[in-house]
């Protein structure tokens, strides 16, 4: 199925994008499928509730080979999307992207989009939790990164100056997660540390 931006820019999903051969912790799955099952184990212990936004698509063309069955063969993003997931934790609103990266010693900026980081600057300023969670898919590294951190490397970007955040900056200014059992990304106990920072 082809699916396009509204600027009709061909999609490709992060799973067609992030095919990784990782041996041990995630099992060689993708970021978006180690946080949807952390996610599961929070929310079934009534940690959190955080699910991944689902993202409207208007179909434009469908193929009927049978009368049981219906193809979509093309379709559109109704609306640029915003961030990956979003939440309630500890009481706080939380809102987050999870990117991928094969570089071994930054991470690229144009991961994210304009309107990405528009929208959580908005959440942010109304007192969200606002963060992204990077993984080094080659050497298997998570981080969370907080929103404000981002933002100045974002505005560093901006303002004609380097075009990715360097792993040392990740990892200053960053929380490493480790892998676990459950959950395999106990990515929570990184928000729970900014939060008591924000609370302070």
């Known amino acids: 199925m082809a699916i396009k931006y509204p600027n009709g820019k061909q999609f490709t999903s992060a799973l067609e994008k992030k095919k990784s051969t990782i041996n041990h912790g995630s099992r060689g799955m993708s970021l978006e499928n180690e946080i949807n099952q952390s996610n599961q184990y929070y929310l079934s212990r009534g940690i959190a ?61 144009n991961n994210f989009h304009q309107h990405q980081i528009k929208h959580m600057q908005q959440c942010y300023d109304l007192g969200g939790i606002c963060f992204t969670i990077i993984k080094f898919t080659k050497t298997d590294e998570v981080y969370v990164l907080n929103f404000p951190d981002l933002f100045k490397y974002w505005k560093r970007k901006e303002e004609n100056g380097k075009k990715s955040i360097s792993k040392s900056e990740i990892e200053h200014n960053g929380y490493k997660i480790k892998y676990n059992l459950n959950p395999l990304i106990p990515y929570l106990e990184a928000v729970k540390t900014i939060i008591d920072h924000t609370n302070i």
């Not at 936004?53 to 640029?80: H, L, M």
């Open 49 to 109: 509730v955080v699910h991944k936004k689902p993202t409207p698509i208007q179909i434009v063309n469908v193929d009927y080979p049978k009368r049981s069955a219906a193809i979509i063969k093309e379709a559109y993003f109704k609306k640029a999307s915003t961030t990956d997931y979003n939440g309630i934790y500890l009481g706080r609103y939380i809102d987050f992207d999870a990117k991928e990266t094969k570089q071994l010693n930054s991470f690229p900026l």
